[in-house]
């Protein structure tokens, strides 16, 4: 195993210098973002066997670092440059030299995730209003990995789809939305440049993008044929190369492909795979991006209107390891944007594909504002149950914080299964109506309870479509974050935030 590895690697490295030439690897070029202080960025190219290479960083600041080509390869570590530029990068050796220009330092954040992370600015409400913009952030710098795939880690992407690029309403349009519309988002905010890296592939399971490591944690044994779904393949060439670059965090939208393939296993397989990311990262840039890197991710939204089956909602709970909200002790440092009220049903892409992305990542960075970024006093939780108290008659349920809330006969339900029993998403259920609400309480009536004994638990918004768009019962006092979909039991309840009379 050993030799045949070595074989390839020679073959790789030799296959990038038939000519003896320096060069970075793919994803390093002209108008990129690199890492900016206090983390160090990671450069690293091909280069004829033991070569001298000298790397130059010109602009605001200058550095110089030599080194020496083994194994086909040269990697230095720059030392830390704050946020600006821009500078030139170049690497010389006595008979060749690469350069890049016009590189920024910044923010670097990942994109990663199935079709809605790949859904195109040009596809999104308002696209044109949105490309007319793009002019108006040229410190925002996207880039694109192309759609390959590989049953083995690969070093290098084997094609870049979209270089950096300073953004023009033409290279734009085809990149990703949600991406685009949280990179300027976060641009506006933190006011320095940020780097967009894109790679992402519709209908492809998390069982792809994750490491062998990972799926093991997971006793997930490979059962998808199609190529592009089979474990690992996209790690392997989409995500594996790109390790060695310094990042600052990844936001990530994906779980639909789940709905049907190890739907029960997402609860696992999503946390491993951000812990494996995390570990990978940090290894691969040497222990410059963190351990603990954030990490957001936009909960699933919406697909089928009257659909009964509750794999969306089941993928939505599993999305926060079973606790309804993140970041929490199994997942720190995620953040989540809550999108089940933003269903399209009119959209030309279908309706898995919703076209308002701009509240999607408006979503996202209120959360990258307060996890990533540690600003205080930035909601960006939408309400959730702190306790529940049920009687005969009815059941309050009490905020952690205060709400809006529109009447719904419908929207939560109880479980009332007249036995003891922990109620699951496969119990029988029976409609609640909102009976009235207080600045943080709802109560509801538990009359449909009272035939079959006391009720059991309690769920909010636990189906596919749980509404028109924006029109979910409860939000926050603001109106700006809905409350994410729940599911307490009073037996199976971790935390006993349940009482009864
Ligand atoms: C970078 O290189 C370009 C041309 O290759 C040159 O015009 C520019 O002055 C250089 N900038 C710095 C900061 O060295
Ligand atoms: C890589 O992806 C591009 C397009 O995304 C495709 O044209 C190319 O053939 C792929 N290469 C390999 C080796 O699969
Ligand atoms: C990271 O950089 C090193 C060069 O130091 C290179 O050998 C390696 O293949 C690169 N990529 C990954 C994924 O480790
Ligand atoms: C439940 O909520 C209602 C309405 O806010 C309130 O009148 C009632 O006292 C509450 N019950 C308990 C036991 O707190």
């Known amino acids: 195993m050993a030799v045949t590895l070595g074989v390839i690697f020679i073959l790789l490295a030799s296959f990038h210098n038939c000519d003896g030439h320096l060069s970075f690897a793919s994803y390093y070029g002209d108008h990129m973002v690199l890492q900016k202080s206090p983390d160090r960025a990671v450069l690293w190219g091909f280069g004829p066997e033991e070569a001298q290479v000298t790397v130059f960083l010109s602009g605001p600041v200058t550095q110089k670092t030599l080194v020496t080509v083994t194994g086909g390869t040269w990697r230095i570590t720059l030392d830390p440059v704050d946020a600006g530029g821009p500078y030139n990068v170049t690497a010389t050796s006595q ?142 060439a989409m995500i594996h190369p790109v390790l060695n670059m310094t990042i600052k965090g990844a936001i990530w939208y994906q779980g639909e492909s789940n709905a049907d393939y190890h739907q029960d296993k997402y609860s696992c397989s999503f946390p491993a795979m951000i812990d ?17 890197f954030p990490f957001g991710f936009v909960q699933l939204s919406t697909y089928e209107k009257l659909s009964t089956d509750d794999s969306f909602p089941n993928i939505r709970w599993h999305q926060t390891a079973d606790t309804g909200f993140v970041p929490n002790p199994r997942m720190k440092k995620t953040f989540m944007a809550v999108a089940l009220d933003l269903p399209d049903e009119t959209s030309p892409y279908g309706t898995i594909h919703p076209r308002d992305k701009q509240d999607v ?72 109506q909102i009976m009235q609400w207080g600045p943080t309480t709802i109560q509801l009536s538990s009359l449909l309870c009272q035939l079959s004994g006391e009720v059991a638990a309690v769920r909010y918004a636990w189906k596919d479509w749980p509404c028109e768009f924006k029109g979910c019962p409860v939000y926050s006092d603001s109106r700006i974050l809905p409350a994410p979909p729940f599911i307490i039991s009073r037996y199976a309840s971790k935390r006993s935030i349940w009482t009864s009379y």
């Open 361 to 432: 990542a408006y979503r996202l960075t209120l959360g990258a504002r307060a996890v990533a970024y540690n600003e205080k006093d930035v909601p960006f939780l939408g309400p959730f149950p702190t306790q529940i108290l049920s009687t005969q008659m009815y059941v309050n349920i009490t905020y952690d914080q205060a709400i809006s809330v529109t009447p719904s006969r419908d929207i939560f339900e109880l479980c009332c299964p007249g036995i003891w029993a922990p109620c699951g998403p496969k119990s029988f259920w029976v409609p609640a």
């Open 95 to 236: 008979s060749s030299t690469a350069s890049l220009t016009d590189v920024l330092f910044g923010d670097v954040w990942l994109c990663g995730g199935q079709s809605n992370m790949y859904f195109k600015t040009s596809q999104i409400f308002s696209a044109s209003e949105e490309l007319a913009l793009s002019a108006k952030y040229p410190h925002v710098r996207p880039f694109m990995a192309a759609l390959n795939m590989s049953e083995t880690e690969l070093t290098d992407l084997i094609q870049v789809e979209l270089p950096w690029f300073v953004p023009t309403a033409n290279v734009l349009a085809e990149f990703s939305a949600v991406c685009w519309l949280f990179g300027r988002h976060m641009y506006e905010n933190l006011k320095y440049p940020i780097g967009l890296v894109e790679s992402c592939w519709g209908g492809t399971p998390i069982e792809a993008w994750s490491s062998s490591r990972a799926l093991q944690q997971c006793g997930l044994e490979q059962t998808e044929d199609s190529p592009k779904e089979r474990n690992s393949v996209l790690w392997n």
């Open 276 to 292: 494996d990311w995390r570990m990978a990262f940090h290894h691969g840039s040497g222990g410059q991006t963190a351990l603990d």
